[in-house]
């Protein structure tokens, strides 16, 4: 008869995850000093909930003080093409690999959620599931479950799926059988540091996310800082740069779920294209999609960004349209774009536009330079 660590390994291979592990998660772990010392320095950035919701991150305990055992689980992702390939082509924007298909928290909270129901019915214990939308650490539980090591990138690295894989966690009150931690593989090895265009990383193993293109482009609410513009290039949603040079994932593999497979229209879309979209427009194209989540003015933030990048003149008469914009922030972020584009078109439209500007933020894109 099956135990009920054999049945949660082989009920979450059945519903067709990639990996499973099982950790304790009641035991003490230098996780949550770590995750203390990143708010403390500030590296979160505007990410205030991670310092609102410390004491709870700490241990998976203090999210629930009946967890005795944690049961990780992973989902593929794997691109079937290289997802760098458009960073060299300018006109089109560079969305993150893990977004080119369907929000992956429906998938996998849905396969997660009846792999919970599967053990309670077996079992009878208690349950809880958690997909990247609660205060749980899921990447050092997943280690410890054996499922890959947090490489020097801080992502979780698997000799099996590389880089590219989704992680859920149902915590139990059940005495599970532990697997044992994966051990650290990443050697000698910086290719993760040596790539980012914004040096994210102050040291191996450490990220200051304030840096992070990912960060920048997502979670960050306000204009990008001038420092990170012209690095960002055409990364208009998240960064996969140090994900993607990691040698581990010559062992991965494309993703077998179909909602993971990219959307045609979200490989290369053309900035023009995307520069267009009204609000309206924007749910259309990104319904089903996590970039939906960042709104239009964030998204359209970061497309001029990319426009300005792009040293393309051709799209001077669409940056001057957005120069009126209903979003001061896309607005600034206009004003940067001519900027780069034709000087003397910025200066003829700082002659029109300055005055009647009541955004500060704006104004000080427009004096940035004299």
């Known amino acids: 008869m099956d135990t009920p660590s054999e049945f949660a390994r082989q009920r979450a291979r059945s519903l067709g995850f990639d990996a499973v ?30 310092e609102t919701t410390l004491e709870r991150r700490r241990t998976p305990v ?57 053990f309670v019915a077996k079992t009878g214990a208690e349950v809880k599931v958690f997909v ?30 590389g880089s590219w894989f989704f992680l859920g966690i149902m915590l139990t009150d059940a005495e599970l059988v532990p697997d044992a931690p994966e051990t650290d593989h990443c050697g000698s090895c910086t290719n993760c540091l040596d790539i980012c265009p914004t040096r ?14 990912s960060y920048l482009t997502i979670e960050n ?19 996969d740069d140090c994900l993607a040079v990691c040698p581990w994932n010559k062992f991965a593999s494309a993703a077998r779920e179909t909602a993971f497979h990219a959307r045609a229209e979200l490989k290369a879309p053309e900035l023009d294209e995307l520069a267009a979209l009204d609000d309206a427009a924007f749910r259309d194209v990104f319904s089903g999609s996590p970039v939906k ?22 799209y001077v008469p669409q940056v001057e349209a957005m120069l009126t914009d209903p979003s ?3 607005r600034g972020a206009a004003v940067w774009a001519l900027l780069q584009l034709d000087r003397e078109r910025f200066n003829a439209a700082r002659a029109r536009h300055r005055a009647g500007e009541n955004d500060a933020q704006v104004l000080r894109e427009w004096n940035e330079i004299p």
């Not at 009641?26 to 979160?44: C, I, P, Q, T």
């Not at 990383?201 to 840096?211: C, E, I, K, N, T």
């Not at 306000?222 to 960002?232: L, S, V, Y």
């Open 221 to 239: 609410k306000g204009p990008i800082p001038h420092e990170f513009r012209a690095a960002m290039g055409n990364r208009i949603y998240g960064c």
């Open 21 to 50: 592990g099982i950790t304790r998660a009641d035991e003490a772990w230098e996780a949550g000093g770590r995750l203390e010392a990143f708010v403390e320095a500030g590296r979160h950035g505007s990410m205030d909930w991670m």
């Open 132 to 161: 990247d939308t609660a205060p749980l650490m899921e990447k050092p539980l997943a280690a410890r479950a054996g499922l890959g090591w947090q490489g020097k990138h801080t992502n979780l690295v698997s000799r099996d799926l």
């Open 293 to 314: 989540r960042i709104g239009r003015d964030r998204f359209i933030r970061n497309v001029c960004i990319a426009i300005g990048n792009s040293g393309q003149a051709q």
């Open 62 to 118: 203090s999210m629930w003080a009946g967890a005795k055992s944690a049961v990780a689980v992973a989902l593929n992702y794997g691109p079937d093409h290289d997802p760098m390939e458009t960073l060299a082509h300018r006109e089109v924007g560079n969305i993150s690999v893990y977004a080119r298909g369907r929000d992956y928290h429906d998938t996998l909270k849905s396969r997660l959620k009846q792999l919970a129901r599967d």
């Open 328 to 330: 001061a922030l896309v």
């Open 200 to 213: 994210a990383f102050p040291a191996p193993y450490q990220l200051d996310a304030r840096r992070c293109i």
